[in-house]
C-alpha cells in the first residue's frame, strides 16, 4: 500500500484482543512519520479503541454510524457516542489511556 499514490491509505482488520490494536496503532505512527495520510481501524469489540483514540493519534478519519441500527461493521459506535461518551473532540496525543 505505501508504494501507491493513493492520497489516503484505509486499513480495517478484525481485533480478538486489545493487543491487536496496537499494530494498528504503530501504522499510524509510521503513516505520520512518512508524511502519508491513513486511516487505520480495527474492526469488533477489542477494536473500539483505535475508533476513539484513531485521530488522536494520526488516522485521518474514523467512522461511526448514526444509530445502533445502522451500523456498518463490527465494533462501530454510533457518532453521539462517539461525541458525548468519549468526547473525542477532547481527546489528543496527551490523552491519558487507562483500564
Known amino acids: 500500500m505505501a508504494a501507491t499514490s493513493a492520497r489516503i491509505l484505509k486499513i480495517a482488520v478484525q481485533a480478538d484482543d486489545a ?13 505520520q512519520l512518512e508524511g502519508r495520510e491513513m486511516i487505520a481501524i480495527a474492526m ?3 477494536g473500539i479503541m483505535t475508533r ?14 448514526f444509530d445502533n441500527d445502522s451500523s ?5 459506535v454510533t457518532a453521539s457516542e462517539l461525541r458525548e461518551v468519549y468526547r473525542i473532540d477532547k481527546i489528543d496525543q496527551q490523552t491519558e489511556v487507562v483500564d
Open 52 to 65: 476513539i483514540l484513531g485521530p488522536a493519534r494520526g488516522s485521518f478519519l474514523t467512522y461511526a454510524s
Open 72 to 76: 456498518t461493521a463490527p465494533g462501530q
Open 19 to 31: 493487543t491487536d490494536c496496537l499494530p494498528v496503532f504503530r501504522l499510524l505512527e509510521q503513516a
Open 44 to 46: 469488533g469489540q477489542a
